[in-house]
């Protein structure tokens, strides 16, 4: 493949450093790109000049009585190292109330009539909330400084081009012909900062291949902003994007990647009939189910072995933060293993449908075995509806020929949930043969109340899954509380 940059046009970034480790990276918005002005976003280092971060308009998706309302959220973004101070002003307003999410980050504010005022340091995914209102929002990406930017100060363009395997895309829009890139075995792709690709990034049949920067990938619709199809050792890193899965592929990472999507069926990072997936620091604000983890689907065939997820975080405007199990191969039956999720915070689900439930959810369909889950160290805020487990054996006639076989050996360590509009979750096999086996929680805390079969005041004659609001049902065998 010939050598490709897209360079409309270079807009340097804007730098300063307080000394060698201490710097702070912003980047101006291109021209032609939708952007809001619910806020104003500024940063400085410390005793630094103030910079202005631009703020874009990003569709999220409100669900009202069943209805489907795409609303304009905001979002900004910048890299720094050291310490920041950051002074974000509404202009809906007097600011009443305000959060910065998520909360278990604990980050102190002030506000000064309609400025909140807060200092990071370290990078953070975060909300900023006033009022409120979660619907029109600011989305603050702080990365860390992006090592992985080729177009080092006091390079050139000229220079940049003769690296024959990097397709560049610089500070500007880029509307891909037909609305889609291919991208071939070797090749690094490179998005920089203030860069808006409108189309959708596939890495297809390839080996060896690189996605990375800070700028935005979109398709002119709906859909995936980048894909990842039946290839090996794909690393992903930094850019901002609406949907991306993975299908048929083995050795993937995915890290500090923000995938916000507003449409039906829009899922934030699915894997398909993959192997050695890893997922770090990545924020997920879907449409539909944050990220999934299914065997056979979607033209990709065979089940999953270890998928992990660390240190991120996951907003599910509608379905699931976290769904396994469901689709496969009914003939083959598919085997679904050695998956963890680490260090999480949930900060919504909003679900009405029954069938469709769960925070922290394992649904076997498709004659899939799943077994050998862990969810560790995950922190659940107050969500708008919904469950926080649901485990079943079952057979979802809409997108299954068959019930699943099983679900076995599934850990919660250090879950904990603070809030009062959890409904009730279920633990439920399907019949004899179709079990769920070896389900332990340990160190569950709701409300910071410790849930455990010796906890005091338990009724003798109760279940520890009453005490959590857990129906544990038929075909279910070793739940225990620790």
């Known amino acids: 493949m010939k050598k490709i940059v897209f360079a409309a046009y270079i807009l340097l970034c804007a730098w300063c450093s307080a000394d060698a480790q201490d710097r702070l990276v912003t980047y101006p918005a291109p021209e032609g790109v939708e952007l809001k002005n619910d806020f104003t976003v500024k940063v400085r280092q410390k005793e630094g000049e103030w910079q202005q971060v631009d703020t874009y308009a990003v569709k999220v998706d409100e669900v009202r009585n069943a209805s489907h309302h795409v609303e304009l959220a905001s979002l900004a973004y910048f890299d720094f190292s050291g310490e920041v101070e950051i002074e974000v002003t509404s202009h809906s307003g007097a600011i009443r109330e305000a959060r910065i999410r998520p909360l278990s980050y604990d980050i102190k504010f002030r506000t000064e009539k309609d400025k909140l005022i807060f200092c990071l340091d370290r990078p953070r995914n975060l909300s900023v909330e006033i009022n409120g209102d979660i619907f029109h929002n600011l989305h603050l990406f702080a990365n860390p400084i992006d090592e992985n930017n080729p177009l080092k100060p006091g390079m050139s363009l000229k220079k940049l081009t003769k690296e024959k395997d990097l397709i560049y895309f610089a500070p500007g829009v880029h509307r891909l012909p037909g609305d889609t890139l291919r991208i071939p075995s070797g090749k690094r792709v490179y998005i920089a900062g203030g860069a808006r690709v409108i189309g959708s990034l596939h890495i297809k049949d390839a080996t060896d291949v690189k996605i990375q920067g800070r700028g935005i990938v979109h398709p002119a619709g709906r859909g995936e902003g980048v894909y990842v199809m039946n290839s090996q050792r794909v690393e992903l890193d930094g850019f901002i994007t609406t949907q991306c899965p993975v299908g048929g592929s083995d050795s993937v990472t995915v890290s500090n990647v923000k995938a916000i999507s507003s449409y039906g069926w829009g899922d934030g990072m699915n894997v398909f009939a993959s192997n050695n997936v890893h997922y770090d620091g990545v924020f997920c604000r879907t449409s539909d189910d944050c990220t999934t983890v299914y065997a056979t689907r979607k033209g990709f065939s065979g089940g999953c072995r270890n998928i992990s997820m660390q240190n991120s975080t996951l907003w599910a405007d509608v379905a699931h933060p976290i769904f396994i199990g469901l689709h496969g191969d009914v003939a083959n039956c598919d085997v679904i293993e050695d998956i963890s999720y680490t260090n999480i915070d949930i900060l919504d689900q909003r679900e009405i449908q029954t069938d469709y439930q769960g925070c922290l959810a394992i649904n076997a369909g498709d004659n899939n075995w799943v077994r050998n889950v862990r969810f560790e160290n995950i922190r659940i805020e107050d969500i708008g509806r ?70 005091p005041g338990k009724p003798k004659w109760y279940k520890t899954g009453d005490m959590a609001r857990i129906f544990i049902g038929e075909h279910v065998e070793g739940v225990v509380f620790k």
Request: net charge neutral; glycine share 10%.
């Open 386 to 455: 919904g469950q926080l487990v649901n485990l079943r054996v079952c057979f979802n006639q809409k997108y299954c020929g068959a019930p699943g076989r099983g679900i076995e050996n599934i850990l919660f360590k250090n879950i904990t949930y603070n809030g009062t509009h959890a409904e009730m979750s279920h633990i439920i096999g399907y019949n004899e043969e179709r079990t769920i086996k070896n389900v332990r929680f340990e160190n569950l805390r709701i409300n910071g109340e410790l849930i455990s079969d010796d906890m």
